[in-house]
């Protein structure tokens, strides 16, 4: 199973991103996905999740209300939409896949992981 992000780059304060994460597999469709990020200097963090079925989205206080999460499975594909970003959204994105369905802010539950991509906000 390989997994890959994509749409990160450099916006300025208050623009919108939307980065995309595409699973090489169909069985995409029945895993649990979740969206991590890592500033420098600091741990990786939960950003926003959603189970194998599109259904209960949640979100790290600190991106509520300006992130959404979605998934296409016909595509095999997840994606998260950010708006009004903040120079403290800066890090490096990450999508996983969690084999059973379910998500975690606990990253160690997550059985794929993408390469990640930058995100840059900045004037």
């Known amino acids: 199973v390989q997994v890959a992000e994509s749409g990160g780059g450099m916006v300025q304060p208050g623009g919108s991103l939307r980065l995309s994460c595409v699973c090489s597999?169909?069985?995409?469709?029945?895993?649990?996905l979740g969206w991590f990020r890592q500033a420098p200097g600091k741990d990786r963090e939960f950003v926003a999740g959603?189970?194998?079925?599109?259904?209960?989205?949640y979100y790290a206080d600190s991106v509520k209300g300006r992130f959404i999460i979605s998934r296409d499975n016909a595509k095999n594909t997840g994606y998260l939409q950010m708006s009004t970003l903040k120079p403290d959204d800066t890090a490096v994105y990450y999508c996983?896949?969690?084999?059973?369905?379910?998500?975690?802010?606990?990253?160690?539950?997550?059985?794929?992981w993408g390469q990640g991509t930058q995100v840059t906000v900045s004037s």
């Open positions: 959603v189970l194998w079925s599109g259904e209960n989205e």
């Open positions: 996983a896949v969690e084999v059973s369905g379910g998500f975690d802010l606990d990253e160690h539950e997550y059985d794929y």
């Open positions: 597999v169909t069985t995409f469709g029945s895993y649990g």
